[in-house]
C-alpha cells in the first residue's frame, strides 16, 4: 500500500473523494477547509516534486467543493496549482498527448480519486492501454491538471485546458431537469424558478440571448401547461421575449436550413443553458455531438432563426396567458346544457358531474357557466308566473352543486380565470346571512364524492326520475344553510389554490 509519511494513500484520497460526492450539500466547513489547506501546503512546499501529481489531483477532486465553500481554503490552494503549473509546464517530454487535454467536465473528475490510487501503486492493475502511467506523472500532464483544478476555481481565467461548464451551469441544469420532470429537488420554489428564466433572458447580454431564449422556450410548456398558477411567471416569460424579440427581428442569414430544435423540455433547456454563457459555448463547440445533432454553433444561435423560435415561443406563451388566465365566454354553453324547453339538461350534467378522467375536458367551463347562470338567475325579478319561483330554486341548488363539483374534477386545477370568477360568487353566497336552524328535518344532499348526484334527477324534475330510496326532501335540496356549506367549501378550496392576487397586470 502506498504510504505518504505513514498516512496510506488510500485513507487521504477516500476523505477527498466525500469532498467531491458531496460538495452541492455542504456549506463551509472547518474539516473540509484542513483538508485543503494540507493538501495546497504540501504541493506549495515542493511545487516541483515528482510527487506532486498527487496534490495536484488532490486539489482537482476537491476544487468544485473549494469553488462552493472553501471560504478559507481557496486562496492557498490557487496559489499553490500556479506555482505547480509555471514549475511544471516547463519541462519537456516526448509525449504526444496528455491525458489532461481530453479531461472534460464533472464526468471525469469522477474517475480521479480511483485513477489516483493506480497511478501511485505500481502493482496497481491499469486499464488505460493509450495512457500509460508514467504520461499521467508528466509534468506536463500535472501542470495541465492544475489549470483543469484552476479553471474550476476561476472559470475562464486559465487557457490550454478543455472546456467545462461552470458549477453553476451545472447546478442550474440539474435543477431545471429535476422540476421539468415533476420532480423538482427538495426547496426548489417551482414557480420562482420557471419566472426567474424570464428575468435571465431580460438580463441577458447580447451573445447570451439566443440560449436564454431556447431555455424559455424549453420552460414555456410547463409554464403554459396548468399546473403554474401564478400569473406573475407567464408575464416574466413573456417579458423576456418581448424585450429581445427586436434585437432579432430584422436578422437575415444564408443558412440553408436550421437545426431542430429538441421538442423534449429537458434536453433542450439543457442545451439552452449550455449556449448562454462564452464556457458553455466553447463546451458545445468541443463536442458538438453530446447536445442533439451535433449543428454547428452558428446555426443554432443564428439571429434570423431566434427571430423565428422567439415569435413562436411568444405565441405560445400568450396563448397560454389567455386560456389560463383570460376572461372567459361561457355564453354558448346554453345550447349546451338548456333544453328547447328552458330546463336544464339535468341527465348531461348529472353525467359530467362524475369524478373521472373524460369528463375533465367539461369541468371548467361547466363550472364557470353554472356559476355565473346561478348569479345572474339570483339578480332576476320574479315573472310571477305558476311556478316559476318554485323551478328558479331549483335550479339555483342545481347550479350551486354543479358548479362546486366541477371545482373537485377539474384537472389539474381550475384555471385562474376560471377560479377567480367562481371563487368571487361563492364567497357572496358563503357570506349571506344564514337561518339558525334549517328547515327541514332530514340530512343535507351528501357533498363527499359528489353523491348527491344520485339523488339530483329527482330532485330537479320529479316527474320525469323517479325517487330513490331515502329521497331526501326538496327543502334540505333548496336549505340556505346548505347553499352556505356547499358556497364555503368551494370557496374554501379555491382559496388555497390561488393566493391572492389583486395585481390585473
Ligand atoms: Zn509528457
Ligand atoms: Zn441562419
Ligand atoms: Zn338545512
Redesign the pocket.
Known amino acids: 500500500m502506498t504510504e505518504i509519511d505513514g498516512t496510506p494513500l488510500h485513507d487521504l484520497v477516500q476523505s477527498w473523494e466525500e469532498i467531491q460526492d458531496e460538495f452541492d450539500f455542504w456549506g463551509p466547513d472547518g474539516e473540509h477547509d484542513r483538508a485543503v489547506l494540507d493538501c495546497a501546503a504540501r504541493l506549495a512546499a515542493d511545487p516541483a516534486a515528482g510527487d506532486a501529481y498527487v496534490w495536484v489531483l488532490g486539489l482537482t477532486i476537491m476544487a468544485p467543493w473549494t469553488n462552493c465553500c472553501g471560504v478559507d481554503s481557496r486562496t492557498q490552494a490557487e496559489a499553490a496549482l500556479r506555482a505547480a503549473d509555471t514549475a511544471q509546464r516547463v519541462r519537456s ?1 516526448d ?1 504526444d498527448s ?1 491525458p489532461y487535454e481530453s479531461h472534460d467536465g464533472h464526468d471525469a473528475d469522477a474517475e480521479l480519486p480511483d485513477l489516483l490510487l493506480r497511478i501511485a501503486d505500481e502493482s496497481a492493475e491499469w486499464y488505460e492501454e493509450d495512457q500509460p502511467r508514467e ?1 499521467w506523472r ?1 509534468p ?2 500535472v501542470a495541465g491538471f492544475a489549470r483543469i483544478a484552476l479553471d474550476i476555481l476561476r472559470p475562464g481565467e486559465v487557457d490550454d485546458v478543455p472546456p467545462r461548464l461552470s458549477l453553476q451551469d451545472r447546478a442550474d441544469i440539474e435543477s431545471l431537469e429535476a422540476l421539468l420532470e415533476l420532480y423538482p429537488k427538495a426547496g426548489t420554489d417551482v414557480a420562482d424558478e420557471i419566472a426567474s428564466q424570464g428575468g435571465y433572458l431580460y438580463h441577458a447580454q447580447p451573445e447570451d440571448r439566443p440560449g436564454r431564449l431556447q431555455v424559455v422556450r424549453a420552460v414555456s410548456w410547463h409554464a403554459v401547461s396548468g399546473m403554474i398558477q401564478d400569473r406573475s411567471v407567464l408575464r416574466s416569460l413573456i417579458n423576456g421575449v418581448e424585450k429581445v424579440l427586436p434585437d432579432f427581428a430584422d436578422a437575415t442569414c444564408d443558412h440553408a436550413e436550421h437545426p431542430k430544435l429538441s421538442g423534449h423540455s429537458t434536453s433542450a433547456a439543457e442545451l439552452g443553458i449550455v449556449l448562454s454563457t462564452p464556457a458553455g459555448r466553447r463546451v458545445y463547440t468541443h463536442n458538438p455531438d453530446r447536445y442533439g445533432d451535433g449543428a454547428p454553433l452558428e446555426q443554432l444561435v443564428c439571429p434570423a432563426y431566434m427571430a423565428q423560435v422567439a415569435q413562436e415561443t411568444l405565441t405560445e406563451l400568450r396563448a397560454g396567458r389567455d386560456r389560463l388566465f383570460g376572461p372567459r365566454d361561457t355564453s354558448h354553453l346554453d345550447a349546451e346544457y338548456l333544453r328547447a324547453d328552458g330546463l336544464l339538461d339535468i341527465q348531461k350534467i348529472t353525467e359530467r358531474l362524475q369524478n373521472v378522467s373524460w369528463n375533465e375536458q367539461y369541468a371548467d367551463e361547466l363550472g364557470l357557466w353554472a356559476a355565473r347562470r346561478y348569479d345572474r338567475l339570483g339578480q332576476t325579478e320574479d315573472s310571477g308566473r305558476p311556478g316559476d319561483q318554485a323551478r328558479r330554486v331549483r335550479e339555483r341548488a342545481v347550479l350551486l352543486l354543479t358548479a362546486h363539483q366541477t371545482m373537485t374534477v377539474s384537472y389539474p386545477a381550475p384555471p385562474y380565470a376560471v377560479a377567480r370568477d367562481i371563487l368571487a360568487i361563492m364567497r357572496t353566497v358563503a357570506a349571506a346571512p344564514r337561518p339558525d336552524r334549517c328547515p327541514h328535518t332530514d340530512a343535507h344532499p351528501p357533498l363527499d364524492a359528489g353523491d348527491f348526484r344520485d339523488g339530483l334527477p329527482h330532485f330537479y324534475t320529479p316527474d320525469a326520475f323517479p325517487p330513490l330510496d331515502g329521497a331526501l326532501s326538496v327543502e334540505s335540496w333548496t336549505c340556505a344553510r346548505f347553499a352556505g356549506e356547499v358556497a364555503a367549501k368551494c370557496a374554501g378550496a379555491l382559496e388555497r389554490l390561488y393566493e391572492e392576487d389583486d395585481d390585473e397586470g
Open positions: 517530454c509525449h496528455h504520461v508528466c506536463r500532464n
